[in-house]
Nanobody, 124 residues
Framework: QLQASGGGLVQPGGSLRLSCTASGRTFRSSAVAWFRQAPNQDRNFVAA????????YYADSVKGRFTISRDNAWTTVYLQMDSLRPDDTAIYYCATDPSVISSSLRSQSAYRYWGQGTQVTVSS
């Protein structure tokens, strides 16, 4: 079971760090991704680690502002969000699956295991 946390209210230009943990397991050898869903919109890809952990991927809209990282034990994956903008407002979800290959990393339908989501609101 995945647990996402760290959301909140922040002013434009501010920062937040989201965390995703998996109870009773690690993320080793699994793709791990962050998606987000704004009101009345589809759930969209934000960032991901490949199964090997050697590669990271970002949506164009967050590249240069968001950073996905992990702890050395592969128990927690983070999403550092800087220079936040109002259009970053959404519920952020983490997802994982050991079967996801690089070509499917950006597709939400490829992931079987999801966290409950954490709300991020960027507003002055």
């Amino acid at each position: 079971q995945l647990q996402a946390s760290g959301g909140g209210l922040v002013q434009p230009g501010g920062s937040l760090r989201l965390s995703c943990t998996a109870s009773g397991r690690t993320f080793r050898s699994s793709a791990v991704a962050w998606f987000r869903q704004a009101p009345n919109q589809d759930r969209n890809f934000v960032a991901a680690f490949s199964r090997t952990g050697g590669y990271t991927y970002y949506a164009d809209s967050v590249k240069g502002r968001f950073t996905i990282s992990r702890d050395n034990a592969w128990t927690t994956v983070y999403l550092q969000m800087d220079s936040l903008r109002p259009d970053d407002t959404a519920i952020y979800y983490c997802a994982t699956d050991p079967s996801v290959i690089s070509s499917s990393l950006r597709s939400q339908s490829a992931y079987r295991y999801w966290g409950q989501g954490t709300q991020v609101t960027v507003s002055s």
